[in-house]
């Protein structure tokens, strides 16, 4: 399961401390807020050299409207944005500009009542004037999101709502982070892209895991020099993984992979799944009872009475239990999702037959039954998620095989 923190980490990596706002006072700050607002932080620049170093709230007060368009020119919809300040420098002289005086548990509601202060510009001046725990929502942070398949959302709330229960409640942290998103957002295509593995994720194992298992068995060590690292998708997002494992129940995985790109165009979020009926998400190509299965889990998700991140800090056992106690998921499935939606290192299925023939083939059996299957890979413990890896690449050999003339 892709967690937030492991993007910032790879940000921060990246692009080191970003000390953001790119400011020396709060005014400066707040200025900056709504001058950015539709425009280059470029342009922003060019408009607050106007003002001299002078961004006190008192000098703005006693500027001509028109004189302040005239400084904010270059950041453009000049006339807006000077009515906002305008007013944003009104409601702050009430406290005759002392900023340490304001209501913070009233400022963001009297902030978004301001002609011209929307709910981005407001969390701005919350999180990096008045240091208030609200995560900024921009283009920026939207992209990534769809960049590395994490949950698209209709609203900005959804957005921040997710990111704020997805990270510690730490203000130094939300400047940080939205400071490197915006840094992140602003690389040029031609440049390294640090969260390239989260925009292609595959399952996570390493030279150490691989050095364990050819010491338990040597044939394993044989597979390995075959095969050698081998790649295995998986799913950020825990709700797309438990979908597609829905959808990849008992039919081929062409049909699965044909019908879950169908349900990714359709549906970029739980909310969207649980907003529509059953009846429209049969038509991306589901059956009944999988779509019934599918809309009861995202509904539960709506209704907080599941927490998909919550579950990963489950251990394997109570992991499954909990997968299996949702509609249309049984051992199989829970197993599946464990491996693909939660990165987990120690998973296999006998239900699997791709599995089973991949093991059958590997220890050059004639069949094999549930005993002899997990006797047989319980030596391998606690890292069967990547037997099963090479148990899938083996099975895909022989189906492969079989099919060329």
């Not at 220890?363 to 299957?373: A, F, P």
Request: charged letters at 20%.
């Amino acid at each position: 399961m892709l967690k937030l923190m492991d993007i910032y980490n790879a940000l921060h990596s990246a692009y080191g401390p970003q000390n953001w706002w790119p400011a020396k006072s709060r005014e400066e700050m707040m200025l900056g807020a709504i001058l950015v607002q539709n425009t280059s932080w470029t342009n922003v620049e060019k408009a607050l050299s106007n003002f001299n170093n002078d961004f006190s709230f008192t000098s703005i007060d006693a500027m001509s409207l028109e004189t302040l368009q005239t400084f904010i020119r270059p950041a453009g919809f000049y006339r807006a944005k000077s009515i906002a300040i305008k007013n944003l420098v009104d409601y702050f002289q009430h406290i005759n500009f002392d900023f340490d005086d304001a209501h913070l548990e009233v400022l963001r509601k009297d902030l978004l009542a301001l002609k011209g202060i929307g709910f981005e510009t407001a969390d701005a001046i919350l999180l990096y004037a008045f240091n208030q725990p609200f995560f900024v929502v921009d283009t920026y942070l939207k992209r990534l999101f769809k960049h590395v398949h994490l949950p698209q959302f209709s609203t900005y709330h959804q957005y921040q709502d997710y990111v704020m229960a997805h990270l510690p409640h730490d203000v130094v942290l939300y400047q940080e982070f939205h400071a490197l998103i915006v840094a992140y957002g602003k690389r040029k295509v031609s440049d390294p892209d640090p969260l390239e593995h989260f925009a292609k994720p595959i399952f996570q194992y390493n030279t150490d895991h691989i050095d364990h298992l050819c010491t338990i068995d040597q044939r394993f060590a044989l597979v390995f020099n075959q095969y050698g690292f081998v790649s295995r998708p998986t799913i950020n997002d825990p709700f797309d993984a438990i979908v597609s494992t829905i959808i990849g129940q008992l039919i081929s995985v062409k049909a699965a992979d044909s019908i879950y790109a169908r349900y990714l165009d359709a549906y970029p979020s739980y909310q969207a799944v649980a907003k529509d009926s059953i009846e429209n998400l049969k038509q991306i190509g589901l059956t009944n009872n999988k779509a019934k299965a599918i809309h009861a889990i995202a509904t539960k998700i709506k209704l907080k009475e599941l927490n998909l991140a919550f579950l990963d800090t489950l251990d394997d056992a109570d992991l499954i239990s909990a997968l299996v106690a949702l509609p249309g998921i049984g051992d199989w499935s829970a197993r599946m999702i464990a491996l693909h939606g939660y990165d987990r290192m120690d998973m296999t299925s006998y239900a699997d037959v791709a599995l089973r023939r991949g093991l059958v083939t590997w220890y050059q059996l004639d069949s094999i039954d549930e005993s002899q299957y997990n006797q047989l890979l319980s030596p391998y413990a606690p890292y069967r998620s990547i037997i099963s890896i090479y148990l899938w690449k083996i099975s895909k050999e022989i189906s492969h095989k079989k099919q060329t003339p």
